[in-house]
């Protein structure tokens, strides 16, 4: 043979060493199914995120032939909410007040769709309700909001602000906005915008079990989700129908440690939010993972609050995935502190089918990790070591009384 095909034999030999060893040091593999083109989704299962890092950087892609190990590159994607935020000029074109309140007119510079209006207003510890108008000519007006509430709290229990005016779609050429307050409020500025927001798409997480108790003054509600995930939204179900405003606190956990009183739970704050009866409970989480939450809500004085639900979601996330060689492909996860992948294909632009399949999946094997060979002791019985020991000791005796005769 010659030495070059020697060389790249051994290189062959080498690499798919490397990738296979590489293979085996994650910690479950999951066969995928229905591979017929270049390009294809694969949308990760619930299951999967037991045994993923936290922040997700130990998913891999290998094809296994007859006699190499490849990686197949990927895209990953998280489907998150888009939001095309627009600011929309206008002026203001008079301040008039009568009973009813304090009136603002604006006019909209250019005819835009409008669907938001955030009022930034300097008082504190107000409870107000508005009425938003639209007109084209100022004689007809058309009512978009009414008695829609707006406060400020702030004490030493809670410091809570809710001053922007959400409301469907309008295209007009004035806005009326009557403040009802006994006094001017201290209006510092106002901003017209066309929210447009694409929406997230969730997966439903199964709660294993769900229970609110009372301690002190605080409302606990524990969860137990059936499996570890990452948490992008909680929404909390009160059946109340009172006015209500409560801090929360929300917490996940993070280890346990077994006294001899039991189980001690350590927690660790993922969000602090207010409950209040004039916005939905739906709260946004930072993709913490996780499985046991405890939602904490300060009822300081008041009676508690009753809750009868509790749903958790996530984000859905999938990997886009390019095929180049035929192989039997799996999803592979589970390796602690692995680094996150350097493809190609998510720094350029590189053009992607619009419709790509999303592939199926096989059962979940753990990948068997080579056991460990231990060097046996050299004399696994002492009366061998005494032996030796003896023999030893003898020599160095006899060999010293013959130098010490010669030496005589």
Request: hydrophobic letters at 35%; glycine letters at 2%; one cysteine or more.
């Amino acid at each position: 043979m010659k030495p070059n095909n020697i060389l790249f034999l051994f290189f062959i030999v080498l690499t798919t060493s490397f990738c296979y060893g590489q293979m085996k040091s994650y910690s479950k593999k999951i066969e995928l199914k229905g591979i017929e083109n270049q390009w294809h989704t694969i949308q990760l299962p619930n299951e999967v995120f037991q045994n993923m890092n936290s922040n997700l950087t130990d998913i891999r892609v290998y094809g296994v032939t007859a006699t190499d190990t490849i990686e197949a590159p990927y895209i990953h994607n998280v489907s998150k909410a888009i939001d095309a935020n627009s600011f929309i000029s206008f002026n203001l074109l008079n301040t008039v007040n009568n009973a009813k309140g304090f009136f603002y007119t604006y006019e909209v510079q250019e005819k835009e769709t409008i669907n938001e209006i955030k009022l930034s207003i300097k008082d504190t510890n107000f409870n107000w309700l508005v009425t938003l108008e639209g007109s084209q000519n100022q004689q007809e007006w058309f009512t978009l909001l009414d008695d829609y509430r707006i406060l400020s709290i702030m004490n030493d229990q809670t410091e809570y602000s809710f001053t922007t005016l959400k409301f469907s779609d309008a295209n007009f050429k004035f806005y009326r906005l009557l403040i009802k307050s006994p006094e001017k409020p201290n209006l510092e500025s106002v901003k017209i915008l066309k929210k447009a927001k694409k929406a997230p798409q969730y997966r439903d997480y199964t709660n294993r079990s769900f229970n609110v108790f009372e301690e002190e003054k605080n409302t606990i509600i524990n969860v137990d989700l059936k499996s570890r995930a990452p948490l992008n939204l909680l929404e909390l179900s009160v059946d109340d129908k009172i006015d209500y405003y409560r801090p929360i606190t929300i917490q996940y956990l993070i280890d346990s440690v077994k006294t001899e009183k039991g189980y001690h739970y350590n927690y660790r704050t993922m969000a602090t939010r207010t409950l209040s009866s004039i916005e939905e409970n739906s709260f946004q989480l930072p993709g913490t993972m996780a499985q046991k939450l405890r939602i904490i809500v300060s009822n300081n004085d008041n009676q508690p609050l009753i809750f009868s639900n509790i749903s958790i979601k996530g984000y859905i996330h999938s990997l886009t995935t390019r095929f180049t060689e035929p192989a039997t492909y799996f999803l592979v996860y589970g390796k602690i502190n692995d680094k996150s992948p350097n493809y190609d294909i998510a720094k350029t632009s590189i053009s992607i089918p619009e419709n790509i399949s999303s592939l199926e999946f096989g059962d979940t094997i753990n990948i068997p990790k080579s056991a460990i060979k231990t060097t046996p002791p050299l004399f696994e019985n002492q009366w061998w070591l005494w032996s030796i020991l003896t023999i030893i000791i003898l020599s160095l005796g006899y060999f010293t009384i013959r130098m010490m005769k010669k030496e005589i």
